[in-house]
Each structure stands twice: as structure tokens, then as C-alpha cells.
């Protein structure tokens, strides 16, 4: 598509659940990222995926946060037992050059 | 370690007036920097970059921002504001020597122009 698509936009889940959000980038990026949007704290980088490389893991808050990049495309960022504080908009972004396209994130509700 | 502040939480003006927002970051070396721009209910979209050259930067629908180095400085500036230029910025900035994920994000600066 012409953009960076994501799913579900909104999820709703009840604390100690695991959710699965997704993340379709632009055809042909090579870089991806995931960001956490959380209100009046900006945006918050959680974890980087580049080519074949190993990904940049480095803003994970923690164990419970973990993403994969199958094929070289599509993401799936994965948080499991999930906590109130979980609660935010995860966006994603995808690049070729160093100009990142976002997503329109979804909004996670922990309650 | 990297960090981009953004000093005006909330910036509400009058149409036609001037807009100039603060950015400033802390990192010693080259630098990447951005200004993002978030529209009520739409995803975030770059308003402007700069990666070297002109430290005077223009980017869309009349917005420029200026690199001062010597004082760690990105700050944006519309000389005429509209109603349409309510939303959210975001100032951003990607060290050369840091991992070219990690995109430093400030808090925001929400401006709201009153018609």
C-alpha cells in the first residue's frame, strides 16, 4: 500500500493478557521501528529492525515486550501480561533513507 | 545519553501571529534533526529535517527551522500562523554515532490556534 498500515487500532485487553499488535510497512522499506505513544511523555522508541540485521532491542521497557520481523516486512510486536502502565499508542514507522513514514499506531487499553 | 527538550507544553495563538518553538538537545556529536508534525486524529508527519548543509531549513506549509550548533538549538518558526496549524510537534534528533533507530523524541508542543 502507499503507506504504513497497522492492526488493530484499537485493543482493548484486561491486565494479564497477552496482545499482538501489527505492523505492514511500506513496500520496500528496509527499516523499522516501533514507538510508544503515551500521553504527555512523547514518544518513546522501543525497538528497531534493520534488513537482515539483528534488531535494536535496546528500548524495550521489558522482558514482557518483544517483536519479530518475518521476512523482511511485516512486524508483530508482542506484549505479554499485559500491566495498566502497557497502556498507550504503539506506532510503528518504516524507512529506506533515513526519513521514517509512521503509522496511524493503535491504541492499547490495559484495564 | 541523547535527549531533545521541547520548553512550551502548550502554545495557544491568535491567527497571523508568529510561532517560534523551542527545541534544544544534548548530544555532542553530528547530529540528525526533525520536526514532526501530529494533526487531531492523524498520524505523525514530517514537517522538516536537516542532516547537514544550510543550517536554515524549510519544510512544508510555510514552517522553517534553524540549526544554531553552538547552542544545541532546532527551533521551529512560521512567521503567520492558521487555524489549520493546530496540532502537536515533536522535535526529534538521531545522533550519527547512536543507532540510527533510536530517534530521540521531545514531549511535545501542542499549539492551538483560535480563529
Redesign the interface.
Known amino acids: 500500500g502507499a503507506?504504513v498500515s497497522q492492526s488493530p487500532s484499537n485493543k482493548v485487553t484486561e491486565k494479564g493478557k497477552d496482545v499482538e499488535l501489527r505492523c505492514d510497512p511500506i513496500s520496500g522499506h528496509t527499516?523499522l521501528?516501533w514507538?510508544r505513544q503515551s500521553l504527555?511523555?512523547?514518544?518513546?522508541?522501543l525497538?528497531?529492525?534493520?534488513g537482515n540485521s539483528a534488531p535494536?532491542k535496546?528500548?524495550l521497557p521489558s522482558d514482557r515486550f518483544s517483536a519479530e520481523r518475518t521476512g523482511g516486512s511485516v512486524s508483530t510486536l508482542t506484549i505479554q501480561r499485559t500491566q495498566q502502565e502497557d497502556s498507550a499508542v504503539y506506532?510503528c514507522?518504516s524507512s529506506l533513507n533515513?526519513?521514517?513514514?509512521?503509522?496511524?499506531?493503535t491504541r492499547l487499553t490495559v484495564l | 545519553a541523547q535527549s531533545v527538550s521541547q520548553h512550551n507544553h502548550h502554545v495557544i495563538l491568535s491567527e497571523a501571529a508568529s510561532l517560534e518553538l523551542g527545541c534544544n538537545y544534548s548530544y555532542g556529536g553530528t547530529v540528525n534533526l526533525f520536526w514532526y508534525v501530529q494533526y487531531p486524529g492523524q498520524h505523525l508527519q514530517l514537517l522538516l529535517k536537516y542532516f547537514s548543509g544550510d543550517p536554515l531549513v524549510k519544510g512544508i506549509k510555510g514552517f522553517e527551522a534553524e540549526f544554531i550548533k553552538s547552542k544545541f538549538s532546532f527551533n521551529l518558526r512560521k512567521p503567520s500562523v492558521q487555524w489549520s496549524d493546530t496540532a502537536e510537534y515533536f522535535c526529534a534528533v538521531n545522533g550519527d554515532g547512536g543507532s540510527q533507530g533510536n530517534l530521540i523524541f521531545g514531549k511535545g508542543t501542542k499549539l492551538s490556534v483560535k480563529p
Do not use: K, N
Open positions: 503507506g527499516a521501528y514507538y504527555g511523555q512523547g514518544l518513546e522508541f525497538i528497531y529492525f534493520q535494536d535496546s528500548g506506532l514507522a533515513r526519513q521514517r513514514v509512521f503509522g496511524p499506531g
